[in-house]
C-alpha cells in the first residue's frame, strides 16, 4: 500500500512538471518564430522530463530495484496519459510515434529510478 501511495504522489508531481513545461513551451510558440514542426520534440522533451523526475523522486524514496520500478512507473505514466488521450481525442489508436513515446517514458523511468536509489 506505501508503494501505491509513493507512485501516486510521484505521478501527481509528474503531471504538475508536464504541465507547467507545456504551458511554458506554449508561451514559447506563441512568441517567437519557432517553427511548428519542431513541437513535438518539445512535448518529447518535456514527457522526458516529467517521467524522470517522477521516477527519480520515486525511487528516491523507495530505494530498491531502481531499474524494474523506473520501467513500471514509465509505462504507467505513458498508459494514463494514451488512455486521457483516447478518451478525450479520437479513440484508440496505433502508429509509430506512440511506440517511441513509450520506449522514451520506459527508458526515462529507468533512467530516474537509477538516479533515484542512487542519491
Not at 519542431?38 to 531499474?67: A, D, P, Y
Not at 512507473?73 to 478518451?87: E, K
Not at 479520437?90 to 506512440?98: A, D, I, K, M, P
Request: hydrophobic share 55%; aromatic share 12%; net charge positive.
Amino acid at each position: 500500500m506505501e508503494k501505491i501511495k509513493r507512485y501516486s504522489i510521484s505521478l501527481l508531481i509528474s503531471f504538475i512538471v508536464s504541465i507547467v513545461l507545456l504551458i511554458i513551451t506554449s508561451v514559447i510558440f506563441a512568441y517567437t518564430n519557432i517553427n511548428d514542426k519542431h513541437l513535438q520534440t518539445f512535448v518529447l522533451g518535456v514527457v522526458m522530463l516529467s517521467v524522470l523526475i517522477g521516477s527519480t523522486l520515486l525511487l528516491k524514496k523507495i530505494k530498491e530495484k531502481g531499474l524494474l520500478y523506473g520501467a513500471i512507473y514509465g509505462l504507467i505514466f505513458c498508459l494514463i496519459i494514451y488512455i486521457i488521450n483516447v478518451v478525450a481525442f479520437s479513440g484508440f489508436f496505433v502508429s509509430n510515434t506512440l511506440g517511441i513515446y513509450f520506449a522514451i517514458c520506459i527508458l526515462s523511468g529507468i533512467i530516474g529510478g537509477v538516479i533515484g536509489v542512487n542519491i
